[in-house]
């Protein structure tokens, strides 16, 4: 058995915001509406979110052996969350201007892992992020990290919804674990779902990957709807940077998810006449690898 108090300090240490454990249950009501919204075709073309459902709302079929899971994030927030100039038309997610967080939460996690092995040696863990079927926002909702806005983000009291989620799946107990977040949420406020400029949020606190900018610009293929990229040519925060709680939340203190460059100095012209080398040079670190140069290009609009 493992203290909280030594999980939460420890992942504190490593550089994480928030931190918080729960049984390794299954996650029947979250489940359900996940498969609701599946049956809508709201995902689209991203086929791989109806694969693995079970496991995606169950820890212990994930991994065997599982007892707890231990869910982190932390804040990437800088100035370029805050929104760009008016008319700006080479707009980029401020998450994907950092070292691609894969990468940096996967080695933060395996450094919380061996943390807790000073505690516990025998235990065994599966560290996550993004990067298997494990209901992340709903693990940290149960974890009592935040809540799932209007906009389907998770959405903490301290540091808004511009957070980046981990988890450690481990064969151990905890001798205590956090319950879901109580007294605190979005209220009336519908600023997230007015800001979106396709209608892409809906009023159950879901997302039509149809009509969201993020998902065409990166993953969508073969996308046949006609919606307005609005100026973003990679991701898109404009549900976000309106969000109250992101407005006043203090910007990252991690410097690992610092910009790598100053996205504001790229014009539509810049992006277009850009090598592949100099896009290697400048963003090879970074997710924007991810959808590769061309799709990026395909995105500018002049």
């Known amino acids: 058995m493992i203290e909280r108090n030594i999980i939460i300090n420890a992942a504190r240490e490593v550089g994480f915001d928030l931190v918080g454990v729960v049984a390794a249950q299954p996650l029947d009501a979250e489940r359900k509406g996940f498969n609701e919204w599946l049956l809508r075709g709201c995902h689209s073309t991203l086929e791989y979110l109806e694969r693995n459902v079970d496991k995606r709302f169950d820890a212990g079929l994930l991994v065997e052996g599982a007892r707890s899971v231990v869910v982190c994030a932390v804040s990437y927030l800088s100035p370029y969350s805050r929104g760009y100039a008016e008319g700006c038309s080479t707009k ?20 919380l892992a061996e ?10 863990f599966r560290a996550f992020t993004d990067s298997a079927p494990l209901a992340e926002k709903s693990h940290a909702v149960r974890a009592g990290l935040g809540w799932i806005g209007r906009n389907s983000l998770l959405v903490t009291p301290e ?55 993020s998902c065409r610009t990166i993953e969508r293929e073969g996308a046949n709807e006609a919606i307005t990229l609005d100026g973003w040519i990679f991701g898109c925060d404009a549900c976000q940077t309106v969000c109250p709680y992101n407005r006043r939340a203090p910007l990252h203190a991690n410097p690992l998810f610092d910009p790598l460059f100053d996205p504001t100095v790229l014009d539509a012209r810049a992006w277009l006449d850009m090598s592949d080398e100099e896009f290697s040079a400048m963003a090879g670190a970074t997710p924007m690898t991810r959808a590769g140069l061309a799709r990026i290009k395909s995105n500018v609009d002049l």
């Open 115 to 124: 943390r807790l092995r000073e505690h516990s040696k025998d235990m065994r």
């Open 159 to 213: 540091y808004g919804s511009m957070l980046l989620l981990g988890e450690l799946v481990i064969d151990d107990v905890v001798d205590e674990y956090d319950r879901p977040m109580e007294g605190v949420g979005c209220g009336a406020c519908r600023r997230c779902i007015e800001a979106c400029p396709n209608g892409a949020i809906m009023e159950n606190r879901s997302v039509d990957t149809r009509r969201c900018i």
């Open 92 to 111: 980029i997610a401020s998450y994907a201007l950092a070292r691609d967080y894969h990468l940096t939460i996967k080695d933060m996690l395996r450094a």
